[in-house]
T-cell receptor, first 117, second 112 residues
Framework: DADVTQTPRNRITKTGKRIMLECSQTKGHDRMYWYRQDPGLGLRLIYYSFDVKDINKGEISDGYSVSRQAQAKFSLSLESAIPNQTALYFCATSPRPSGWIGTGELFFGEGSRLTVL | QKEVEQDPGPLSVPEGAIVSLNCTYS??????FMWYRQYSRKGPELLMYTYSSGNKEDGRFTAQVDKSSKYISLFIRDSQPSDSATYLC????????????FGQGTELSVKP
């Protein structure tokens, strides 16, 4: 089984609908992230959480919200989806830093492809 | 101006070629430099990381950082079809955890 599991893997929805993407992990990491990937733009950080009671906005948080239900679960919501939110969404985890080595390695899920019509 | 610029390619090379992938960045505060590899329909995975200027080698892969020029490179020697993937550079500031700034990614295809 994958260490970082995202559901659904694919979703097509209509403008104005509420969508939730879910992420669960078995790696025991404290830190969880939601990134968005668009062609030509790379990966951009939407929200991140360093522990259950910590939620922070990333580079492109407008139009999104998150919930950290437990150490292992982090969900991303689009309250009212719009077409420019069509993208590939990745959940990632990382351990708490132990020296500088822990500052950069992210463990990604396999992605959730969202299409908003 | 984007903080990190990466030629998106696509790049197509014959098997056995030497591949050079590059990123430039604008903020001298970046201290950690990484390369992620992403196969089709998969999430990215860390390939190499480095902290200081200079070279770091791991098998057929060499990561090079030139902080004075704000330029990072990944070299792949004796490229194989299994190296076909998208390569993303990623940078972070000190103590920023997983808040990485990614390049656009370069799609590489190695032809047998």
């Amino acid at each position: 089984d994958a260490d970082v599991t995202q559901t659904p893997r694919n979703r097509i929805t209509k403008t104005g609908k509420r969508i939730m993407l879910e992420c669960s992990q078995t790696k025991g990491h404290d830190r969880m992230y939601w990134y968005r990937q668009d062609p030509g733009l790379g990966l951009r950080l939407i929200y991140y959480s360093f522990d259950v009671k910590d939620i922070n906005k990333g580079e492109i948080s407008d139009g999104y919200s998150v919930s950290r239900q437990a150490q292992a679960k982090f969900s991303l919501s689009l309250e009212s989806a719009i077409p420019n939110q069509t993208a590939l969404y990745f959940c990632a985890t990382s351990p708490r830093p132990s020296g500088w080595i822990g500052t950069g390695e992210l463990f990604f899920g396999e992605g959730s492809r969202l299409t908003v019509l | 101006q984007k903080e990190v610029e990466q030629d998106p390619g696509p790049l197509s090379v014959p098997e056995g070629a030497i591949v050079s992938l590059n990123c430039t960045y604008s903020n001298s505060a970046f201290q950690y430099f990484m390369w992620y590899r992403q196969y089709s329909r998969k999430g990215p995975e860390l390939l190499m990381y480095t902290y200081s200027s200079g070279n770091k080698e791991d098998g057929r892969f060499t990561a090079q950082v030139d902080k004075s020029s704000k330029y990072i490179s990944l070299f792949i020697r004796d490229s194989q079809p299994s190296d076909s993937a998208t390569y993303l550079c990623a940078l972070s500031h000190y103590n920023q955890g997983g808040k990485l700034i990614f390049g656009q990614g370069t799609e590489l295809s190695v032809k047998p």
